[in-house]
């Protein structure tokens, strides 16, 4: 049977099998509210930044699932709102909060999931399917942020950039052993970011809003974590080492067209 890890499985997008989270309590809760009893989920705790914490969520998963890992799913992230609905210049008025921000951001996403994949590859090593996808945006993609003007989102594009780097590194070190690293955007979904926005916030997202239809004409707003789900597996079951998909960074269409 094959074996699926993803992180941040607490809310919004995750929603799998061996879910990482922080808060384990209330997850379990959660799966048991909503899913009932099933034997094949897993909660393991683990903060992504606490490298300890993943050496022993991955002890534990090799556990359960007997030493092998098929799929790791890298979709926990720190989505942040101090750069949400503001150019990076007005963000350089607060220098001190940019850094703050931008560090630790830089800290969950790119660092916490560098370790998290350095830790769990033994276990995708033995895996049968060897896929390791990192849950991206398409606000980090250097062609729409130029065409479309794109203000808002920097830091959040710019960790996801250096995610993205990342993520072709590893590839770059492990396609020869048939390990798939790859970046995916799963297109804007709903999962409540915007729901404390003020009006005046509103105005700076209706920004991006505009440039989004610009760009896709037939956008017509966010689409639901279970279609945004179902479009990832869909792109990461589709793809391989094989057909050239190592290091890429596509949409949840399996290509450069992002909504
Ligand atoms: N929603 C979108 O439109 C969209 C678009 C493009 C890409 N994405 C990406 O898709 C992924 C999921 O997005 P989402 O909207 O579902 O995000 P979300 O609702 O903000 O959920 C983020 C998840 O990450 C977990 N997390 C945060 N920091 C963590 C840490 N240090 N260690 C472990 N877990 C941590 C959170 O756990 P807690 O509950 O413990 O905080 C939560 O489960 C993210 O990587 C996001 O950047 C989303």
Redesign the pocket.
């Known amino acids: 049977m094959p074996s699926y890890l993803i992180?941040?499985?607490?809310?919004?997008?995750?929603n799998t099998v061996i879910g990482?989270?922080?808060?384990k309590p209330a997850t379990e809760k959660k799966v048991t509210e909503e899913l009932e009893f099933r034997l094949n989920i897993h909660i393991l705790r683990?903060?992504?930044?606490d490298y300890e914490g993943l050496q022993a969520a991955s002890a534990q998963t090799a556990i359960i699932t007997g030493g092998g890992l098929d799929y790791l799913i890298a979709?926990?992230?720190?989505?942040s709102k101090f750069d949400a609905y503001d150019g990076i210049g007005a963000l350089g008025e607060q220098p001190k909060a940019l850094e703050e921000d931008l560090t630790h951001c830089f800290r969950?996403n790119v660092l916490?999931n560098i370790h998290l994949f350095n830790v769990f590859l033994p276990l995708i090593l033995q895996g049968e399917a060897k896929k390791v996808i990192a849950?991206?945006?398409g606000l980090a993609n250097l062609s729409l942020i130029p065409k479309y003007n794109v203000e808002v989102a920097s830091l959040y594009a710019i960790r996801?950039a250096g995610l993205n780097t990342a993520v072709a590194k590893f590839s770059a070190q492990y396609a020869k052993q048939g390990v798939l690293f790859m970046s995916i955007?799963?297109?804007?979904?709903e999962?409540?970011?915007f729901t404390d926005a003020t009006p005046e916030q509103m105005r700076g997202l209706a920004g991006m809003l505009k440039a989004f239809r610009e760009y896709a004409p037939h956008f017509r707003g966010?689409s639901s974590?279970k279609a945004a789900v179902r479009d990832v597996l869909s792109v990461m079951h589709r793809a391989s080492v094989q057909n050239g998909d190592g290091g890429t960074f596509v949409s949840h269409y399996g290509t450069q067209q992002f909504l």
């Open positions: 992180t941040g499985a607490s809310r919004g997008l995750g990482l989270v922080r808060d683990a903060d992504i930044t979709n926990a992230g720190y989505v969950v916490g849950l991206s945006t996801k955007c799963p297109g804007m979904v999962t409540g970011h966010p974590p």
